[in-house]
């Protein structure tokens, strides 16, 4: 009987042969029974065979055509550009569809804009261009010539936003200073677990401390899922509209973000969307905002229907982004003294529950939309 490829046959559930090839189990599980540790292991590049076999080939060429395991030729951009690779992984991540924006160098922050909305003055370009104060999120693009302009220019980190991208990450950490204890992912395989579902593999990312973030196609219907810390249990994030996450191919503090499974994201199975969608909203009184019975009266109702209605037809990924420049509008009004900041405020965030946006970012926005607006107050006349 032809000896067994003993791992691969544990991951898999299936007999594995030495007569046919080995099998690709990278971002595969290895359950905790057939682990060292005892514990559930994500099996990354460097535990697979197959990849292995596939950068010795690249390195000393390929074996004989009988025996030749057919690679994926590298794409054009990485033969043209090799002397920026950030640029190269900026242009990648974009041609997958992915929307990023630069990071500070060697950080996690986002490099612009390089001021919060409360600030805004209006000198900043694109804010001046958008009438708005415009975040790191709208900013985020696929435009290859934008990437190049600003990749080119400085060796930014490579900012990923989730939203746009239709993307959702799950962050496993590990605990914090070398002290031992369960993973994240040792909480997502005990959800698994407790859901009889494996976690299938999808593009996998190992960050700079050692954790994994796993990407995962956002649901096509349902509610829009936003960043969660800790939902799903300890060490366990998750980043989804209004998130972003640090991509492959740049640092933070030296350390570098790498790609341990390079395969198209996986659907975001569903089990784990029921467990991230957003608590039903409790039943929502109207906001009633008194008002004359004048033309101006007229006008700031119009004016309150038009700006909640801004955010409550919102395309997904752009209501936060909505939910501002409403706010900025409503501003304006309250500041030439036509409404009150209490209405305005009220009317806003019931537009923004409706749209399905959290709580605290909801708040920010909203605070940062009135303060910049109170700036250009806007008289309506008698």
């Not at 986002?110 to 009438?131: I, L, Q, V, Y």
């Not at 341990?260 to 009184?285: F, I």
């Not at 009220?346 to 708040?363: N, P």
């Amino acid at each position: 009987m032809p000896a067994r490829w003993l791992a691969a046959s544990a991951v898999l559930g299936r007999p594995v042969t030495d007569a046919e090839a080995y099998p690709h189990i990278c971002g595969r599980l290895l359950a905790a029974d057939n682990a060292r540790s005892g514990r559930p292991v994500l099996l990354q590049r460097r535990d697979c065979a197959a990849c292995a076999q596939g950068r010795h080939e690249r390195l000393h060429g390929r074996p004989p055509a009988d025996r030749l395991t057919t690679s994926p030729a590298p794409p054009e951009r990485t033969r043209t550009m090799p002397d920026n690779p950030l640029l190269t992984a900026a242009l990648a991540h974009a041609a997958r569809g992915w929307h990023v924006f630069p990071l500070r160098p060697d950080d996690k922050r986002p490099a612009f804009p390089d001021h919060a909305g409360d600030d805004c003055n209006g000198r900043d370009p694109r804010c001046r261009a958008a009438g708005h104060h415009l975040g790191w999120e709208p900013r985020a693009t696929c435009d290859p010539d934008r990437i190049r302009r600003a990749w080119t220019a400085r060796p930014y980190g490579i900012g990923l936003a989730c939203g746009p991208s239709r993307l959702v990450v799950v962050d496993l950490d590990r605990p914090k200073d070398d002290t031992t204890g369960p993973t994240g992912l040792d909480t997502l395989a005990d959800l698994a677990a407790t859901h009889a579902a494996p976690v299938e593999p999808t593009y996998t990312v190992t960050t700079g401390r050692g954790g994994t973030h796993l990407y995962y196609r956002h649901p096509d219907d349902g509610p829009e899922l936003r960043n969660t810390a800790g939902t799903l249990g300890p060490l366990v994030d998750t980043r989804a509209h209004g998130g972003y996450v640090v991509a492959a191919g740049s640092t933070v503090s030296g350390r570098p973000y790498r790609v341990d499974l390079d395969t198209d994201p996986a659907p975001l199975p569903g089990w784990l969307a029921a467990r991230l969608a957003p608590a039903p909203l409790p039943p929502q009184r109207p906001v009633v905002v008194s008002l004359p019975t004048d033309r101006s009266g007229a006008y700031v109702r119009a004016a309150i229907s038009r700006e909640a209605d801004r955010v409550t037809t919102a395309p997904a990924g752009e209501r936060n982004r909505a939910l501002y420049v409403a706010a900025v509008a409503l501003g304006q009004l309250t500041a030439g003294g036509s409404l009150t900041a209490e209405d305005a405020k009220s009317v806003l965030e019931q537009a923004a529950a409706r749209a399905g946006l959290g709580h605290v970012e909801t708040a920010r926005t909203i605070r940062s939309g009135l303060a910049a607006g109170s700036k250009r107050p806007r008289q309506v006349a008698a």
